[in-house]
């Protein structure tokens, strides 16, 4: 194998199969990347067999092979090589990579692709295309609430519910809920109901564009990501999703609608004298009125308030700012509906008929 590249396109491709490498040294081959260099293009690969990442990139191949190579030296190679400087990278019989730039000339061992593990075959599958920039906003106004606790095994990645001509994304920690529905721009006879792990979330998201279209292709335990250039491959999390529409409450018409801005910031500030021990900042709400406060024991107190519309009854409640803060600021309107209820009850943010956010209350002292 041989093939001539230059330094900054190369590294943002291994940049883009990073997250993927094995960290968990298992498999000896898991912290290597595997090259591939055939008609004109680099294929970069990077998995720890729950996610693969692979992302091409055109050169100019003067011979066509594979290896695969430790990652982090590879990336640290390039990394130190100078800025816009042109690189060659060949090999030999004996798996000895050779890079060389200018006068810089590294050599380092790798390992056969044979020993590299082999992507699944998705071919004839059942698929579907989306705009990327539509992907990634449904994913934006849920991912946020995926569970944590990796005890909760079922809940550490977003549910996929595809049919007809709609898309839903469920995630929830079991304190909150996020819930989005769109129309699907034509009707699929795709019909689908997966968990997608967080991992494989968070890369999709970090991978996806403003523009282009994005292929999401289907196998039993699998599923596969095709963004053109790149391709993301994740295991599937097997179990059944628990039920979650009973938890939504029924939508009510007094609503407390308030600038999302002014609540964002002054959630934030109110966040900052919580600790593990006082994490619930406190909201109390009158006729056209809102007090954001937050009292510490032997920290300090903070109280703002924000103007409202709002013709209901008064209530105090409590809430986890961290998941107020999060949605707020993932979801793009100017004016936010709350609609709260009682001490006790959850407090929930509608986006007309596509999106729900349910939030359970804190206790108050």
């Not at 081959?29 to 591939?36: G, K, M, R, V």
């Amino acid at each position: 194998m041989r093939f001539k590249t230059d330094k900054n396109r190369i590294f943002k491709t291994i940049q883009k199969v990073q997250n993927a490498i094995s960290s968990k040294g298992t498999l000896p081959i898991l912290s290597n990347i595997l090259l591939e260099a055939y008609n004109d293009i680099v294929k970069i690969t990077a998995t720890d067999l729950d996610i693969g990442i692979s992302s091409t990139i055109p050169i100019k191949t003067e011979r066509e092979g594979a290896i695969t190579l430790p990652a982090k030296k590879f990336m640290d190679i390039i990394k130190e090589l100078p800025d816009g400087s042109d690189i060659s990278v060949s090999t030999k019989k004996n798996n000895m990579a050779t890079i060389e730039s200018g006068k810089i000339i590294f050599k380092i061992v790798g390992l056969p692709k044979e020993e590299f593990p082999q992507p699944p075959n998705f071919k004839n599958k059942d698929a579907i295309t989306l705009l990327q920039s539509f992907l990634k906003n449904i994913i934006s106004i849920t991912a946020f609430a995926v569970s944590r606790d990796e005890t909760r095994y079922i809940l550490n990645g977003v549910l996929f519910i595809i049919k007809n001509k709609t898309i839903k994304l469920v995630a929830t920690d079991g304190r909150r809920l996020a819930v989005v529905e769109k129309e699907l721009p034509e009707e699929t006879v795709t019909e689908k109901k997966i968990i997608i792990p967080t991992k494989t979330i968070q890369e999709l998201n970090r991978l996806l564009q403003e523009e282009g279209e994005i292929k999401i292709l289907f196998d039993e335990n699998q599923v596969l990501f095709d963004l053109g250039d790149t391709l993301i491959i994740s295991r599937l999390i097997e179990g059944e999703f628990p039920s979650y529409e009973q938890v939504i409450p029924k939508e009510i018409k007094e609503k407390i609608i308030i600038d999302k801005g002014s609540l964002l910031a002054a959630t934030k500030r109110a966040s900052i004298l919580t600790n593990q021990d006082s994490m619930a900042i406190r909201l109390d709400i009158s006729k056209d009125k809102m007090a954001v406060s937050k009292n510490t024991p032997y920290m300090g107190e903070v109280r703002e308030e924000l103007e409202i519309l709002y013709k209901g009854k008064d209530l105090s409640i409590g809430f986890n700012p961290n998941y107020i803060i999060e949605v707020l600021k993932n979801i793009d309107v100017k004016d936010v509906g709350l609609e709260i209820t009682d001490i006790d009850k959850p407090g929930v943010i509608r986006l007309g008929s596509e999106y729900v956010y349910v939030v359970l209350p804190m206790q108050i002292t």
